[in-house]
């Protein structure tokens, strides 16, 4: 039972840190276009990281502790989830100029595939019970969630082949990191991952932001600006990521990652709270089949701990 209240409360946190990252997508990120790609992904990170250092200074205890696996474990998370991930997704986004995402979110939905791949590979996971079939229907409900009944639109030009590469670059990326993450989460409180993962985050942009110069965009960054960055760095930012690791210390990485499909179903939603963009039949059902397939997820999950449980007291009773 204490297995499967935390399986719930972990799937929970992920899905609400998923639709946070809706919530930015649609609405506070497309306010930052007016600004260099790398800037925006290293603002984002140090704003944060210097407001932690008000309650989470402690962490420097820790983190003088940490081996050298560790540390390279959250290096790859600061690098692919952070620093490649972040970047790569908001440069399809700005190629696109938030309008054509058609390709961007169709491949952005290879990421549970990369996670589930990297999960069994990396973390030794198997597939058991009801998984794939649910996570299988979990995946066409978000694609017929983006586009209905329509077939992706691919404009012929530049801009929308660049997108393409992005976001399967992202879709990697995130994969990757939601891997990772779980790894060290075998060790590490959430408060402690996010600490690490946002500042080392800013160090390896501020090398780029350095290079290339972009530093002078401090120069040209609005007062609407400003306030962008903190709503996200407060908000859809370091604050979804704290509930989002706090979920996953609860769950596993491939669940953690269907959850994560919530994010295409926020992003629907606000689209039409915001941009009064209406949902189609399609569309509305496919949100159901995504939901049922996540509480699918689940109720396959519990009968395996359930199961697991039971053989144990019957070999410690054996025993």
């Not at 946002?198 to 972009?214: D, E, F, R």
């Amino acid at each position: 039972m204490k297995n499967w209240k935390a399986l719930i409360i972990g799937s929970v946190a992920v899905s609400i840190s998923a639709m946070l990252w809706g919530l930015d997508g649609v609405v506070l990120t497309p306010r930052l276009h007016n600004l260099e790609i790398g800037y925006v992904v290293f603002m984002l990170h140090l704003l944060p990281f210097v407001l932690m250092q008000f309650f989470l200074f402690n962490r420097y205890k820790i983190i003088r502790k940490i081996n050298g696996s560790d540390f390279s474990a959250f290096f790859l998370v600061a690098l692919f989830g952070g620093a490649v991930g972040t970047m790569a997704i908001v440069k399809a986004l700005f190629l696109v100029n938030f309008q054509e995402l058609s390709v961007v979110v169709l491949l952005q939905k290879l990421q549970p595939v990369f996670a589930i791949l990297l999960a069994a590979l990396i973390l030794g996971e198997r597939v058991k019970g009801n998984f794939f079939l649910w996570a299988t229907v979990a995946i066409i409900a978000s694609y017929f969630l983006t586009f209905g009944w329509e077939l992706p639109h691919v404009s012929q030009n530049e801009n929308s082949a660049l997108a393409a590469v992005y976001a399967m670059l992202a879709a990697f990326s995130f994969a990757m990191a939601t891997v990772m993450s779980k790894k060290v989460m075998y060790k590490y409180d959430f408060k402690t991952a996010t600490f690490i993962r946002y500042g080392l985050t800013a160090l390896i942009m501020l090398p780029y932001v350095l290079i290339s110069g972009h530093v002078n965009q401090l120069a040209v960054t609005t007062q609407e600006n400003w306030l962008i960055f903190l709503i996200i760095g407060i908000t859809t930012g370091s604050g979804a990521i704290f509930l989002y690791y706090f979920g996953l210390q609860r769950i596993k990485a491939m669940i953690a990652t269907i959850c994560e499909l919530f994010f295409p179903l926020s992003a629907i939603l606000f689209d039409y709270i915001f941009n009064d963009s209406k949902l189609t039949i399609v569309q509305w059902i496919s949100a159901a089949a995504l939901i049922t397939a996540v509480i699918g997820i689940n109720i396959s999950q519990k009968k395996r701990l359930k199961k697991h449980s039971v053989k144990e007291t019957g070999n410690q009773a054996i025993n």
